[in-house]
């Protein structure tokens, strides 16, 4: 398997799991810095690579009224300042092939979202960048299908390509989790991540997006079981007042819980 370099440490292979954390959104700077040291604590005591994950703009909402950013230069300084004041590589959501270039400026890796997975200029803008890419599976797409994706970045000469699962439409309003998507996909030769927030959504409940967020660590647990070479988490000091997933993200205080838990796991699976 590939491995993907971020600053001192690879992902993928018999590499330990990295930790893509965060909060859903940059909603201020007093909560990224908040959140952002916290999970630096975490990541001190319990010993694990760790990406710092935050989208500086949302723009896949359910409806119009829903929060989008505080401002798309304001939160790329934010994303700036965590990188400057903790050392930690920044991973954050592009939508267009107009953004790629001032955001890659700022972060370590580019995340293509799900809806955005087939988008060829948008995968092909971003490899060029040079900066890693991240490339969440769409909810409609077949995992087999994700090294369609991954080839339209690597077609530029970036091999840094991290896959992620997060989980696949079932019917309406749903979401379900296949975990055969997870070696399936580890079989085009890329690091896998699992998405453990994301997969626990129900989308487009009325206004906005819902979610079972006591699912996320049996399934956590499981990707981890079957050797994924990252968790990825959105995580929030206050999730019933966030202002974007706030049926889905795991509370902060939460965090270390699972965390020790995959490790633990994680440690069993690569021995």
Known sequence: MKKVIINNFSIGGNQPIVIIAGPCVIESEEMIMQTAEFILNLKEKLGFNFIFKSSYKKANRTSLDSFSSIGE?????ILSKVKKEFGA????????VDEVEKVA???DVLQIPAFLCRQTDLLQAA??????VNIKKGQFLSPELMKNAAKKVSATANENILLTERGTFFGYNDIVVDMRSIPIMKESGYPVIYDATHSVQKPGKGNISGGDPKFIFPLARAATAIGVSGIFIETHPDPKNAKS???SQLPLKQLEKLLTELITIDNMVKL
Not at 73 to 77: E, G, I, T, V
Not at 127 to 132: C, N
């Open 89 to 96: 590589p920044i991973l954050t959501d592009i939508h267009s």
């Open 105 to 107: 400026d700022v972060v």
């Open 245 to 247: 997933d706030a049926e």
């Open 73 to 77: 230069d304001m939160a790329l300084n």
């Open 127 to 132: 490899g060029k960048s040079g900066k890693a």
